[in-house]
Every structure is written in C-alpha cells, then in structure tokens.
C-alpha cells in the first residue's frame, strides 16, 4: 500500500477516544425507516461501513422533535422511545465492528415540497 493509503487507514485519537481510521463517511439520506424507526436493516447498512474499515460514520439526517423537521416518514426520527431504541441498536453494532457513529440532526423547513404539511 502506498503512503496516502497507510496515513488513512492508521488509528487517530478522537476526543478522549479513538477511530479506527482517518476515514469518514460522509451523511447520505436512505429514507429505509418505516415510521422514522431505523431498524435492522438500517443497523446492518451502517456497521458494515465500520467493518470495513470507515473510523467516522455521521448519519443520514435525521429528524428532530418538529412537524416540520422533515419530508418523509422513512427518513429516520432521532427522538421518540421506538426511534431511539432503533438507534441504540445501530450504535451498538457499530462500536461492535470497531467503528464510531454521530447523528446528523436534520431541520429541513422550507426546504420540503412546496404546500407540504404542516403549514402548507
Ligand atoms: C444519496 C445521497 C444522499 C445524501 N444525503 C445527505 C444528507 O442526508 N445530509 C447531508 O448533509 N448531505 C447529504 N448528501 C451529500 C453528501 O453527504 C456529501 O456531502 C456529498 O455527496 C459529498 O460530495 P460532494 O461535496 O462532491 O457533493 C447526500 C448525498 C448523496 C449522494
């Protein structure tokens, strides 16, 4: 492997912790959550990236607690006991494949389709 290869795949420090690598993964919208509830596959989806080698996984954008947040039910809610718990299931598989994971917290307003709920 070259040099550049080597420097990205080498263990960085992280606040008071560490990443697996100098790569990061960059937020990309999947609108797989069902009700704003990331479940397995959503799980599965993200500790992959870990496994194979991404140090910083920051997720899709995901919505905050306002009617407005977002455009989509499947576009994963980041608060509520179901959508949380869904979380919990992605950080734990994530740490599991020796990653890390923050979410990206989404507020879209007047960015959604026109004449969208709840203000149209
Ligand atoms: C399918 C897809 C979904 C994306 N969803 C998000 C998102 O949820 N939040 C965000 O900030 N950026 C999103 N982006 C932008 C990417 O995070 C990233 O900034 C971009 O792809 C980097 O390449 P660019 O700067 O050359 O566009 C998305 C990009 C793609 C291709």
Redesign the pocket.
Known sequence: MNNLGSILLEHVPFKNSQLQSRIAM????RMFSPEGIPGEDVASYYAKRATNGVGLIIT??TAINHPAAVMSENIPRFHGDDALQGWKQVVSEVHRAGGKIIP?LWHVGAARKAGSLPNP
Do not use: I, L, S
Not at 26 to 29: E, Y
């Open positions: 960059a937020p990309m919208t899709e954008g990206q």
